[in-house]
């Protein structure tokens, strides 16, 4: 089993950046593909990046690739997600997601939820 804790989210204003942070419990964090969703009020659940094993592969959503950089340090347990020129927009509770698997996949299913972190961008 693997644990899950994001931290780093808060109330910016629009322009800013911030940094997520997700640390995992375990042994086994270097054996998994990484990804960070978002859900915003009203809207469903959307995967916006992710990161295999070793870091060698990344995956950014198109609308917001230019403003996102997905990393992690296995010797940590901890994958990051910085966020620049935030938006209104993006404002949500950002989760961090682990995959039984090194390999980084668009649209597979993860195994391991954090609890969520909340970003909020005011105009």
């Known amino acids: 089993q693997v644990q899950l804790v994001e931290s780093g989210g808060g109330l910016v204003q629009a322009g800013d950046s911030l940094r997520l942070s997700c640390v995992a419990s375990g042994r086994t964090f270097s054996r998994y593909a990484m990804g960070w969703f978002r859900q915003a009020p009203g809207k469903e659940r959307e995967f916006v990046s992710g990161?295999?094993?070793?870091?060698?592969?990344?995956y950014y959503v198109d609308s917001l690739k230019d403003r996102l950089t997905i990393s992690r340090d296995n010797a940590k347990n901890t994958v990051y997600l910085q966020m620049n020129s935030l938006k209104p927009e993006d404002t949500a509770v950002y989760y961090c997601?682990?995959?039984?698997?090194?390999?980084?996949?668009?649209?597979?299913?993860?195994?391991?939820w954090g609890q969520g972190t909340q970003v909020t961008v005011s105009s």
């Open positions: 990161i295999s094993s070793s870091g060698g592969n990344r």
């Open positions: 997601a682990a995959r039984q698997s090194p390999t980084l996949r668009v649209g597979a299913t993860y195994d391991y």
